[in-house]
């Protein structure tokens, strides 16, 4: 199931556990895009639905005023203060992890995360490794299993209202392009494109706030709070040994 069809199935199965009319307010981004999502939503009894326009990522659409759209389009930059404010206001014991490049071969529904299949779309259209610029921008990652046991320890043991950044390591994007486009068993080199062409095959979210930009975070609380320890392959490695 892709993202465009996903939305509306988790609405509804809101709307059978929690009655219709319960959803109030649904915000997401260009990947939920549809007019059948705003058709099916606004049938469910949601009253304000912004839904990131695929031709403009500062465009919501369906919200009555421009106020809710901003609210709306920065639910997602403000969810580490909402889950704080959750503790104190409604007693909820709410917890914030926060991972950057998330890699390795997911056991769920989805397998793969995001950055690292976009590289490797690219690379395989073109028979080389890209990355933006220089690429001496750098990136924080984690494996999804080192991922998946910092969830397990912070259910059982983070004090409501915590927040933690996961990551085992981190690496120069023309580093990781590097080891994929070996992995991939690519001839040649990888090779440098600019800001625009890279806006062109990612779109400028991504390209420019994202592959073109730095994600460095350190995971020391995570270790000394909760003892956690990553003891996945490193991201390079498992990029060229996969």
Known sequence: MNDKHSVLALAEEHAVLFGRGALSSIAADKGYWSQENLRGLSALGVKEIGLQHPSNI????????QETQERLR????????LIGRTKHQQGLHGVVVI????????????KTSIQ???LERVARQRGHGVYIGAGENIWSHVHIA?????????????PSGSFYYAESGKARLR???AALHEGLGLKGEPQSIRIDEGIALWGLEAAKYALASN????????????????EGPRLLTWLVER
């Open 58 to 65: 500062k465009r919501t659409v369906g919200l009555p005023d």
């Open 146 to 158: 080192d991922l998946v046991e910092l969830y397990r320890l912070a259910v059982e043991k983070a």
């Open 215 to 230: 994600s460095v975070v350190d995971a020391g609380r995570a270790r000394g709070e909760l003892g956690w320890q990553p």
């Open 99 to 110: 991972p950057t490049m998330i890699y390795g071969t997911g056991l769920g529904l989805k």
């Open 116 to 118: 690292v299949p976009m």
């Open 175 to 177: 580093d990781v392009v």
């Open 74 to 81: 920065n639910r997602r930059a403000g969810i580490e203060a």
